[in-house]
T-cell receptor, first 116, second 111 residues
């Protein structure tokens, strides 16, 4: 019974390159959330997706960031033209129900993005 | 002002001590309250969740919520070195989907 799988665990990109972060939710979970964690800060909500739909992207930067959760395959967080300030740990979480209130969220181990 | 305030620590206690971790919040809409434990270089792991005011106990862990004071707590009894981690409080409004986290408190339990 695998948990949330994120890959890669570590990603190094040069400024201006694209970063693609992948997340496979817990089997049976159809709600996916992406969070970003900067050093010495808590996790900040970025986006909430269901299959083929973006439900809430209020935490996503307006430019360069996009997310998808296709009918088949993992959820993808895509960062175009990365800058040093994008360096952070990106966590994906999934839940069985909307909001996860009854069961909480299951988090993956994160992808640590370093922009050089 | 942040929606959720949490003392970042670090908090250092001897093995066997009772640990008290706290968060305050400003948004009255928060109804569900959670505590996550995060080991270094790992993802957060759900420890406790509570709905509205009251206490909830699970083994060595007790979560308390006081909505009138907008204050939540996590108590760890008989703390162990394996409890050394960062503890994050998180909360969610009834109709929302996103968690709002505190910054986390780093706990060190020493032998």
């Amino acid at each position: 019974n695998a948990g949330v799988m994120q890959n890669p665990r570590h990603l190094v990109r040069r400024r201006g390159q694209e970063a693609r972060l992948r997340c496979s939710p817990v089997k049976g979970h159809s709600h996916v959330y992406w969070y970003r964690q900067l050093p010495e800060e808590g996790l900040k909500f970025m986006v909430y997706l269901q299959k083929e739909n973006i439900i809430d992207e209020s935490g996503m930067p307006k430019e360069r960031f996009s997310a998808e959760f296709p009918k088949e395959g993992p959820s993808i967080l895509r960062i175009q033209q990365v800058v040093r300030g994008d360096s952070a740990a990106y966590f994906c979480a999934s839940s069985r129900t909307e909001g996860g209130a009854n069961y909480g969220y299951t988090f993956g181990s994160g992808t640590r993005l370093t922009v050089v | 002002q942040k929606e959720v305030e949490q003392d970042p620590g670090p908090l250092s206690v001897p093995e066997g001590a009772i640990v008290s971790l706290n968060c305050t919040y400003s948004n009255s809409a928060f109804q569900y309250f959670m505590w996550y434990r995060q080991y270094s270089r790992k993802g957060p792991e759900l420890l406790m969740y509570t709905y509205s005011s009251g206490n909830k106990e699970d083994g060595r862990f007790t979560a308390q919520v006081d909505k009138s004071s907008k204050y939540i707590s996590l108590f760890i009894r008989d703390s162990q070195p394996s409890d050394s981690a960062t503890y994050l409080c998180a909360m969610i409004a009834g109709t929302a989907s996103k968690l709002t986290f505190g910054t986390g408190t780093r706990l060190q339990v020493t032998l």
